[in-house]
């Protein structure tokens, strides 16, 4: 399974880089905003960081837009990836753009007849986003059971990014579903580490390893 930050704050990225748990990025532009930082240079900047696709969106509301973004968005770094929305336009936008050899990740996807439509349109990437289902009472990780099924009754190639992740277990949950990626905010992907058995256990070990000292 591939990790994926979802995170425009480089420090974090670099960590998770040290940590090996950064096998790419995602943003939007809610995460570039509380970057704070000129969404050209930071995604220049992760681009020099991470050798794995780094997840880029724009604006566009129209094909042409997106298209035109999307070639723009290219030139910032050898592993940027195109955010297109789930929406008609954003369907041509992705068969365009990845006839260019452009790969696109369809986002905002809530609904397996729309990773359907993503898959055929040739996406290299689908993006669920199980936080914000789960918010309005949908179980988000149902639909993720459901994009690999049908993604695996066709041989689609189209690899299934589990986004708006919430906790640790929604990575688990992802890992069980056999979905590809996880992106994961730096939050969440530190909570995954923490256990209060084992901090008990190592300050354990060490009260007593210090006791064999005095022997
Ligand atoms: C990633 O591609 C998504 O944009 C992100 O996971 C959305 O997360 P949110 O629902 O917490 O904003």
């Not at 954003?90 to 898959?119: C, D, H, M, Y």
């Amino acid at each position: 399974m591939k990790f994926f930050l979802d995170t425009a704050i480089v420090e974090d990225i670099k960590n998770a880089v040290q940590l090996g748990m950064c096998d790419g990025v995602t943003t939007n532009p809610t995460l570039i905003m509380k970057s704070g930082r000129d969404h050209m240079e930071v995604i220049k900047e992760i681009s020099s960081i991470v050798d794995g696709p780094i997840s880029v969106e724009g604006n566009g509301m129209t094909a042409d837009e997106m298209i035109k973004e999307g070639k723009e968005f290219s030139t910032w770094g050898k592993n940027i990836v195109v955010k297109v929305p789930m929406t008609e336009e954003g369907l041509k936008a992705v068969r365009v753009l990845e006839k260019e050899g452009i790969k696109t990740n369809v986002t905002l996807v809530f609904s397996p007849s729309q990773a359907l439509l993503a898959a055929k349109a040739g996406a290299s990437y689908v993006s669920p986003f199980v936080g914000r289902l789960d918010d309005i009472s949908h179980d988000g990780m149902f639909l993720v059971d459901e994009i690999k099924q049908i993604y695996s009754n066709y041989g689609y190639k189209t690899e299934i990014i589990v986004a708006s992740i919430r906790h640790p277990l929604h990575v688990v949950e992802a890992a069980k579903a056999g979905a590809d990626i996880a992106t994961i905010p730096a939050k969440v992907l530190s909570l995954m580490w923490n256990h209060p058995l084992t901090d008990k256990g190592i300050q354990k070990f060490l009260e007593d390893s210090k006791k064999n000292e005095k022997h």
